[in-house]
């Protein structure tokens, strides 16, 4: 079955401190891999995405992440968290069909401490 | 930027009333789509549509759900008789696949609420 597991619902990290968000998938074949955050009340922003190549991708923000095929994970990073980031952020996995769907995790609410 | 528009941006009818959600696509995306998020859940598929029919649709999105594109431009979401659990954000979605992104852009939602 296609799924995506985000184990962490609630994390707190001081402002500056490094984050790191998990995310592991299962999928029948090859993956899309994407992360986006929403704050409160507001729309969907594509953070990253991975299709193929270097596993390691940047995105907006000051976010990274790295895809590991054998561990079938998608973690998300940050060197140095902002105030801003507080939010809710959402790993989602699609496939190559054309019409595939987007299949999202349950979510990670980060919270900042000051 | 092209961008996936939605309105309204906040809907509140009452129970057992119809309601339409609309969406402008990105003009030359081919794919569209739709999903729901209840309050404090994750966001999940109802319904994808291409070629003006539907491709692939979600246990959520049963006869009381249908979907059109009416004209060029629009796409929609109507729920025919609206229940209290329908309450939720909807989000469109659109792609142009393979032709040069493998993204879906999401729109800001439609806000549901029914009392």
């Known amino acids: 079955a296609q799924s995506v597991t985000q184990p962490d619902i609630h994390i707190t990290v001081s402002e500056g401190a490094s984050l790191e968000l998990r995310c592991n998938y299962s999928y029948g074949a090859t993956p899309y891999l994407f992360w986006y955050v929403q704050s409160p009340g507001q729309g969907l922003q594509l953070l990253l995405k991975?299709?193929?190549?270097?596993?390691l991708v940047q995105g907006i923000k000051g976010f990274e992440a790295e895809f590991k095929r054998s561990q079938s994970s998608f973690n998300l990073r940050k060197p140095s968290v902002h105030w801003s980031d507080a939010a809710e952020y959402f790993c989602a996995v699609g496939g190559y069909s054309s019409a595939s769907k987007i299949i999202f995790g349950s979510g990670t609410r980060l919270s900042i401490r000051p | 930027e092209p961008e996936v528009t939605q309105t309204p941006s906040h809907q509140v009818t009452q129970m057992g009333q119809e309601v339409i959600l609309r969406c402008v696509p990105i003009s030359n995306h081919l794919y569209f789509y739709w999903y729901r998020q209840i309050l404090g859940q994750k966001v999940e598929f109802l319904v994808s549509f291409y070629n003006n029919e539907i491709s692939e649709k979600s246990e959520i999105f049963d006869d009381q759900f249908s979907v059109e594109r009416p004209d060029g431009s629009n796409f929609t979401l109507k729920i025919r008789s609206t229940k209290l659990e329908d309450s939720a954000m909807y989000f469109c979605a659109s792609t142009d696949w393979g032709q040069g992104t493998y993204e879906q852009y999401f729109g800001p939602g439609t806000r549901l609420t029914v009392t």
């Open positions: 991975y299709f193929s190549g270097d596993t």
